[in-house]
């Protein structure tokens, strides 16, 4: 299929080009006109918080208004008490001037005395509250200007949600921005030639394009969430580069050998054609097992994951061969002089690369010692992973880059109540509306004194009823940061202790960004072993069925989950302490981003493939044509070992770029990916790789009577010469 695919390219080059143009311009221009369907709370209602949530929702309750402030406090020392409600009577006349604001409420002093606090209600939609907030903060700066010997901040959820909006957005930019001049330049290295270099580039960008188009779409079947883009443009670019590479490095190769454009470019595509194909399939059977998860963010980066890389897959099998059949020797155009002596292959396609030989000698000379000794290290680095925490980032682990957040540090050690809540949700009767209140009532007494919780308002607890009267909800305060070990103190004691005891027969919920955490942390550790077991199995059966050999798709799984592992112990060992919060740039949040394991490991399961598949490749043909084992590896290793560093170093790149953006959670996905494939292109495939199939010899290619190929059979191993080592001879 890919060859003939290929060859209707090659032969037919202007139409294959102009169906692909078409075709990501009805994805793009389509998705953009049908919108984007994002994501609700309802839709990722997970354990008892998400219970609780579907309670208060179908209690029916007004839409709360969205509430800002406008917080004041000393610039140093104790506050004067005089000139702060001098300038917060000065804000209360200036808010109430401004379009939007519905009312403006009286200021609210601290318990400590430390600040005082106007809270302002906004009109209009809560739900784009953040959008409208701008003049708001314009007139508490001018209340600012005219009160200098004070700090008058605006501080709340609209004007947090359009900060950090502002901060994602601008990283997002710098992310694509970034990814592709670093991108171009790594492959002008490869190649030393620019229009080799920008080819794999621009089918990367434009399967990007057709695969964001494409998730719009998509959204309004499975709705989307904040990191479904930036996934597709990471995930994107590196396979688009990958599987471009792979083909353009095998068709200049077979050029160079004195084959015609044409034939090139078939051969390039029943090879490196080829194990795109199975390795695109292996990335999208990864991808499906999110499914399995079960809730709308794991879907949501399935369906933006499985569409970039069937893009990417279907443009290196459909254009790609287009491109190259109609630039021929142009696609050598224009040399970089220096860069393309270096990087220019010999007619014979040789690589002739001392380092790779190197590199292999132990695990050819001695493969048991080094499988174990590579495996044990590998496993050393894992051994952190057995102590992972997973955790919601809260509102203290947002970017502190901005007003907004400066002043929420502030304003959290004032006023506790206005931080971290628990949600108490009782259903019942209407008729028993007043027993459950007063239930509830006799909650929030209970949780006097005790520390892990905020004391109560004067006015008394935070209850409100829903107009059928059938919904009740309380509102916990506790003086502790989100994500904090207190916090989860605080509501296993309110479920397990508390709560059961004031609510004894009633059908409750305890809810809240604590209660969410936590939640979804046990969800995570529930599905993991689901979604690994279905990719692990899928992935086996393709492996098999791919290259006819058990032993060949076993050792992928065994490779793959070494690599893994050591990904994931070195993620808690960077991100679960704090001596590289200063190269980084961030807060140990002491957890990894509770999604963050299952997508890893469906993601570096399904990339990994990549190289596995291309390796093992060129082994399996060198098999073929009757090389004996020891020596196919070698050669499809060195063989292959160019392009394979150079696919890694794209990726790790383009991975690395999310590590510099403002966010934990994108940090944490940049430098495991990037960790993981680092390790998995070097030590995994110039490594353990050889030395294992090394060991095994010809029992690499077993496989049933079924399984095996008809009409044909593998080549017999060759009995090599008793020099143990004939391919590191030094032959040129």
Known sequence: MTVRMARWSAEHPWRAIALWVVFVAVCFLGGNAAGLQEATAQDDAIGEAGRAY??????????????????????????DTAAAQRAAADATTTLRSVTGVASVGKPIP???????????????????????????RAATARVQESHPEL????????????????????????????????????????????????????????????????STLASHLVPSTDTTAPVILLIGMAVGVDYSLFYVRREREERAKGRGHVDAV??????????????????????????????????????????????????????????????????????????????????????????????????????????????????????????????FPGT??????????????????????????????????????????????????????????????????????????????????????SRSDEAADSLHELRTTLAPAALNGLDYAVGGSVAASEDYAEHVWKKLPLV????????????????????????SILLNLLSVGAAYGLLVLVFQGSWAEGPLGFTSMDAIVSWLPLFLFVVLFGLSMDYHVFVVSRIREAVQRGVPTREAVAEGITGSAGTVSSAALVMVAVF????????????????????????????IRAVVLPSAMTLLGQANWWAPRFLRPRGRHEAPEVTAPPTPEPELAGRH
């Open 110 to 136: 601290a318990n400590d005395g430390s600040a005082l606090l106007v809270p302002i209600t906004m009109a209009g939609d809560p739900e784009t509250a953040s959008d409208r907030v701008e003049p708001l």
């Open 532 to 555: 690994a077991g279905f990719v692990l199995v899928l992935t086996f059966l393709v492996m098999a069925w791919t290259f006819r050999s058990v032993v060949v798709a076993l050792t």
């Open 266 to 391: 078939e051969i390039a595509a029943e090879t490196s054609g080829h194990a795109v194909v199975v390795s695109g399939t292996a990335v999208i059977i990864a991808m499906a097992g999110l499914f399995l998860a079960g809730d709308t963010t794991f879907s949501s980066l399935a369906v933006g994951s499985i569409l970039v890389v069937a893009v990417a897959v279907l443009g290196s099998l459909s254009v790609l061969p287009a491109i190259l059949a109609k630039l021929g020797r142009w696609v050598d155009r224009p040399r970089v002089p220096f860069l393309w002596r270096l990087t220019a292959r010999r007619p014979d396609g040789a690589s002739g690369s001392r380092f790779w030989r190197a590199v292999l000698h132990p695990a050819l000379r001695w493969p048991a010692a080094t499988l174990l000794v590579s495996v044990l290290a590998l496993l050393t680095l894992a051994a952190p992973a057995l102590g992972m925490k997973l955790k």
């Open 656 to 683: 690395s770029i999310f590590a510099t953006l403002s966010t934990i959670d994108m940090k944490q996905l940049g430098i495991g990916l990037a960790a993981a494939i680092l390790l998995d292109a070097t030590i």
């Open 151 to 214: 700090r008058v901040e605006q501080v709340g959820e609209p004007s947090i949600t359009k900060a950090l909006d502002d901060t994602l957005g601008d990283d997002f930019k710098r992310a694509e921005l970034l990814s592709l001049p670093v991108t171009l330049a790594i492959l002008i290295v490869v190649f030393g030639a620019l229009i080799a270099a920008g080819v794999p580039v621009l089918l990367a960008l434009s399967s990007v394009a057709a695969a964001m188009g494409l």
């Open 54 to 79: 579907v309670m208060i929702d179908e209690g029916g309750f007004a839409d709360q208004p969205a509430v800002d402030n406008v917080l004041i406090t000393a610039r140093s020392g104790r506050l």
């Open 396 to 481: 203290e682990d947002l970017p502190r880059t901005t007003p907004a957040m400066q002043a929420y540090d502030r304003l959290a050690p004032a006023y506790p109540s206005n931080g971290t809540n628990h949600t108490v949700v009782v259903k019942a009767a209407a008729t028993s509306a007043g027993d459950v209140k007063a239930a509830l009532t006799d909650l929030a007494e209970s949780t006097r004194g005790n520390r892990l919780f905020a004391p109560p308002e004067q006015t008394g607890p935070d209850i409100e009823v829903s107009p059928d009267k059938t919904v009740t909800v309380l509102d916990l305060a506790t003086p502790f940061t």
